[in-house]
């Protein structure tokens, strides 16, 4: 059974300062998601990340991905209010359909 | 154009009733799911069907949650009947075939209180 860990669960950030998500899978994997969610809203795509070693930049985030570990972070840089909210990694298993979420990364950024 | 189309937003209703929630996924998707979100638990996948048939219902919690793909382009989850453990939201996702790398889109769910 694919099981997917995010860390830290939640984040305060100091605008201005760069931050980075851990998110760890536990079976072989060949694709990598990252998703945001808004307070009562909705799950926005972020990346996704097919290979090992693929980095995946907009804006301030960057997402990267190593299958070797089984590792995905997601790197923000120079922190602003905007970037509040929760953020998702998923994984779906090879040769699967199903997403298996992380636990999600409470993002709060305070001036 | 039209994202994942959910309905109704929010539903509130006493328990023992029947609840149907809806979905209307993204035009010419082959796959759609349907999840769980709640504090305790994370987003659970449900259930999902690729081109109108049902490929792993595995985390259907009980007999009381079914779900049906009618067509294309609508897809209902029914829960009858509804206890208080079932208040979360409930989103409906749909996405392209595999090899197109394309995410999983989202609708807004549905905030459903059972009472």
């Known amino acids: 059974e694919l099981k997917v860990e995010q860390n830290p669960l939640f984040l305060s950030m100091q605008e201005g300062k760069n931050y980075t998500i851990y998110c760890n899978y536990s079976?072989?994997?060949?694709?990598l998601y990252w998703y945001r969610q808004d307070p009562g809203k909705s799950l926005e795509s972020l990346f996704v990340?097919?290979?090992?070693?693929a980095v995946k930049q907009e804006g301030r985030l960057m997402a990267s991905l190593d299958t070797k570990a089984r590792l995905s972070t997601l790197h923000i840089t120079a922190a602003v209010h905007d970037l509040s909210a929760t953020y998702f990694c998923?994984?779906?298993?090879?040769?699967?359909?199903?997403?298996?979420f992380g636990g999600g990364t409470r993002v709060l950024v305070k001036p | 154009d039209a994202g994942v189309i959910q309905s109704p937003r929010h539903e509130v209703t006493e328990m023992g009733q029947e609840v149907t929630l809806r979905c209307k996924p993204i035009?010419?998707?082959?796959?759609l799911f349907w999840y769980r979100q709640t504090m305790m638990r994370g987003l659970e996948l449900l259930i999902y069907?690729?081109?109108?048939?049902?490929?792993?219902d595995s985390g259907m919690p009980e007999d009381r949650f079914s779900a049906k793909m009618p067509n294309a382009s609508f897809s209902t989850l029914k829960i009858q009947p509804s206890e208080p453990r079932d208040s979360a939201v409930y989103f409906c996702?749909?996405?392209?075939?595999?090899?197109?790398?394309?995410?999983?889109?989202f609708g807004d769910g549905t905030r459903l209180s059972i009472l």
């Open positions: 996702a749909s996405s392209l075939w595999r090899g197109s790398n394309q995410p999983q889109h």
């Open positions: 079976t072989t994997s060949d694709r």
């Open positions: 069907f690729n081109n109108n048939v049902p490929i792993d």
């Open positions: 990340l097919l290979s090992n070693g």
């Open positions: 998923a994984a779906i298993k090879a040769a699967g359909n199903k997403l298996t």
């Open positions: 035009s010419g998707h082959d796959y």
